[in-house]
């Protein structure tokens, strides 16, 4: 069965400074997407950046970027000089084109800026 | 203003009063999903639609209903609610060529 672990419930970083979010999954599917979205407080779920299982480069969007790693499993999204508008709840997600658009999320971390 | 509307935003019930939470996309999306989200567990899959008259169960569909009959709207219906549902629920919308996901603001029921 298909499953998303993030095992950083809460993470510090200094402003400015580079922050990396920990997402394992686990699917038997070779076609798969992963994300990574972010919830402020506010609630709202904004969605930060996709990586297909077969894109060759890691994908990168402004300050956000994905190291993906497939043999481990690993899509570890990395902040790059953090802001205090990040600290928010990261998630993780993952999706299978098994003739479905089925999705799953990690649970998870919430991270924090400080000044 | 491209966007995913829901509504309620905030409802309280009573168990077994049946209700509806309404979403609604304006991005001509092929794909609409809605999602609860439980403190610790992250968010989980309810229902998934690929398009009009096609949809499928996510990882938590008991106690749910959902129609798609127009491309636009996809409502989440609770037939006999019970106090375990009482979460904050999102719809999204996505178009099946490309990957972002677009959330509603949420709606936040309390079932008594």
């Known amino acids: 069965a298909q499953k998303i672990t993030q095992t950083q419930p809460g993470m510090f970083v200094q402003e400015k400074e580079a922050v990396t979010l920990d997402c394992t999954y686990d699917?038997?599917?070779?076609?798969?997407?992963l994300f990574w979205y972010k919830q402020p407080s506010s609630g709202e779920m904004i969605f930060l950046i996709y990586q297909g299982s077969y894109d060759q480069q890691n994908a990168t969007e402004g300050r956000y970027s994905l190291n993906f790693q497939k043999a481990r499993k690993s899509a570890n999204l990395v902040i790059s000089a953090s802001q205090l508008g990040d600290s928010a709840m990261y998630f993780c997600?993952?999706?299978?084109?098994?003739?479905?658009?089925?999705?799953?999320f990690g649970a998870g971390t919430r991270l924090f800026v400080k000044a | 203003e491209a966007q995913v509307t829901q509504n309620p935003r905030y409802l309280i019930t009573v168990t077994g009063k049946k209700l509806t939470v309404t979403c609604s996309q304006n991005?001509?999306?092929?794909?609409m999903s809605w999602y609860r989200q439980d403190p610790g567990l992250g968010l989980r899959q309810i229902y998934y639609s690929m398009n009009v008259e096609v949809t499928d169960k996510g990882d938590v569909p008991e106690g749910y209903k959902v129609s798609r009959k127009e491309k636009r709207n996809f409502p989440l219906i609770l037939e006999s609610p019970s106090p375990n549902q009482t979460s904050l629920y999102f719809c999204?919308?996505?178009?099946?060529?490309?990957?972002?996901?677009?959330f509603g603001p949420g709606t936040r029921l309390l079932v008594l």
């Open positions: 699917t038997s599917d070779p076609s798969y997407g």
């Open positions: 991005m001509n999306h092929e794909y």
């Open positions: 999204a919308s996505s178009s099946v060529l490309r990957e972002t996901q677009y």
């Open positions: 997600a993952m999706r299978e084109w098994d003739g479905g658009f089925k999705t799953i």
